[in-house]
C-alpha cells in the first residue's frame, strides 16, 4: 500500500512538473485526504492493465483496455496482445491469433511471458 502512495505521489510532482495541473490535481485528489481511492485505482491498474511495449518489446507504459481485460490467461495461450503506437493518438492494443481458433473456442493470452519456466510463471501469477 505504501508504494501504491509514493508511486501517486510521483505522479503528482512529475505531472506538475510536466505543467498538466488539471491531471496532478486528480493525482493528488486520490491520495489526498484519504488513499483508499489511490489504492483501488492501482489495484485496478495492475490487475486489468496492459504493459504497453514498443516494436522491441520494451516497456513504454502500462493501460487500462477495458474488453481486453476480460481474457482469460492461458499458458498455452491462442492469441498474443500487441500495440499499434501512432504518433499524436494512445497507444492501440491489438489480440491477434497466434493459432487457429475455431467460433465458441475461448481466446486466451498469457499474463506473463511464456518463455519464462512454469515454476516462475506460477509464482508471478499468484503474487
Given at each position: 500500500?505504501?508504494?501504491?502512495?509514493?508511486?501517486?505521489?510521483?505522479?503528482?510532482?512529475?505531472?506538475?512538473?510536466?505543467?498538466?495541473?488539471?491531471t496532478a490535481k486528480m493525482a493528488h485528489d486520490l491520495i489526498h485526504?484519504?488513499?483508499?481511492?489511490?489504492?483501488?485505482?492501482?489495484?485496478?491498474?495492475?490487475?486489468?492493465?496492459?504493459?504497453?511495449?514498443?516494436?522491441?518489446?520494451?516497456?513504454?507504459?502500462?493501460?487500462?483496455?477495458?474488453?481486453?481485460?476480460?481474457?482469460?490467461h492461458s499458458c498455452r495461450p491462442n492469441a498474443v496482445p500487441t500495440?499499434?503506437?501512432?504518433?499524436?493518438?494512445?497507444?492501440?492494443?491489438?489480440?491477434?491469433?497466434?493459432?487457429?481458433?475455431?467460433?465458441?473456442?475461448?481466446?486466451t493470452i498469457s499474463y506473463c511471458d511464456v518463455s519464462t519456466p512454469?515454476?516462475?510463471?506460477?509464482?508471478?501469477?499468484?503474487?
Amino acid at each position: 500500500e505504501e508504494s501504491y502512495l509514493s508511486i501517486m505521489g510521483q505522479c503528482h510532482v512529475f505531472l506538475c512538473a510536466m505543467g498538466d495541473s488539471a491531471t496532478a490535481k486528480m493525482a493528488h485528489d486520490l491520495i489526498h485526504p484519504d488513499p483508499t481511492p489511490g489504492y483501488q485505482f492501482m489495484s485496478r491498474l495492475s490487475m486489468n492493465g496492459f504493459t504497453i511495449s514498443n516494436s522491441e518489446q520494451l516497456p513504454i507504459g502500462h493501460g487500462v483496455y477495458c474488453g481486453s481485460s476480460m481474457i482469460n490467461h492461458s499458458c498455452r495461450p491462442n492469441a498474443v496482445p500487441t500495440f499499434w503506437l501512432r504518433p499524436s493518438a494512445p497507444p492501440m492494443l491489438q489480440i491477434t491469433a497466434c493459432q487457429s481458433v475455431n467460433a465458441g473456442e475461448e481466446v486466451t493470452i498469457s499474463y506473463c511471458d511464456v518463455s519464462t519456466p512454469m515454476c516462475m510463471r506460477r509464482g508471478m501469477l499468484w503474487k
